[in-house]
């Protein structure tokens, strides 16, 4: 399907995109390990060494457009092209609306949104230019089932996946797959960076990946055979697939239920 096998990943020195990152390794692909973290992307390209792939790593921060101008001109020079660019880099957030700082939802926006549409914008005529190629976006079930004090969070992730849906559709025909991966809870490290308004939040947060028995590489897994099969959604888990059909079978009899919940505090009363 690859033939070069060339793949960068935005967030790869830890978590899901250091597990999606191996699993490529173990298949022999050349491999760009982007992160913020010099210390954390340098262990992730020597893991992605060890398993039989082929790392580079680049430090960058993915809110800029520069940033992804000279990622360009890196894989461009080394490589020619690439063939799977994964849009992984994120951050978590709670907080009910009015209690959101504006430079935090700035924060959030630029990191879970704008990154996704800058690296999008900036690796898709490469990917003309050279016949084909796919595109992965790290979304969340919280871009679909909308949970409640996560307003900046939600609106970040279902934005990218109401983009990779239009993007699926507007590159079909020049060979450029799509695909838009919508976890739930899994163990990882996302709570390095959480920010939320108040401590009940940070501790419902922390309950909610600690009851989770999936790992990244479980969803690493999951995403990689969807990317196979050139799949558009990817929902790992049975939690969030559930969620997805009883939102679509009824949409408003679901969002009666959430309010009904967390009027009832269900979140707090199960994982605070």
Known sequence: MFEKKRMMITGAGSGLG????????????????????????????RLIDDAGGDGLMQVHDVTT??????????????????????????????GDLCSIPEERWEWIMDVNLKA????????????????GGHIVNIASCAGIVSFPEMSSYNVTKAAVI?????????????????????????KTNLMDRFHSTDERQRKIAMGLFAKSNVTADDVARKIERAVRRKRLYVIPQWDGRVMWWLKRLSP????????????????????G
């Open 116 to 131: 996704v549409i800058q690296g999008c914008r900036c690796f898709i005529p490469l990917m003309k230019e050279q016949g």
């Open 252 to 271: 408003e009899l679901f969002h009666r239920a959430m309010a009904f919940f967390n009027k009832k505090n269900g979140f707090e009363r199960i994982f």
């Open 162 to 186: 109401a983009l990779s849906e239009t993007l699926h559709a507007e590159l079909a025909p020049k060979g450029i797959g799509v695909t838009v991966a919508a976890p739930t809870f899994f």
């Open 18 to 45: 250091r597990a999606l990152a191996l699993i490529y390794a173990r298949q022999g692909w050349h491999i760009c390990v982007v992160d913020m973290d010099a210390q954390r992307a340098a262990e992730t390209v």
């Open 65 to 94: 457009s520069e940033a992804f101008e000279d990622l360009l001109l890196f894989v461009k020079s080394r490589w020619g092209g690439v063939d799977v660019l994964v849009n992984n880099a994120g951050v978590a957030a709670a």
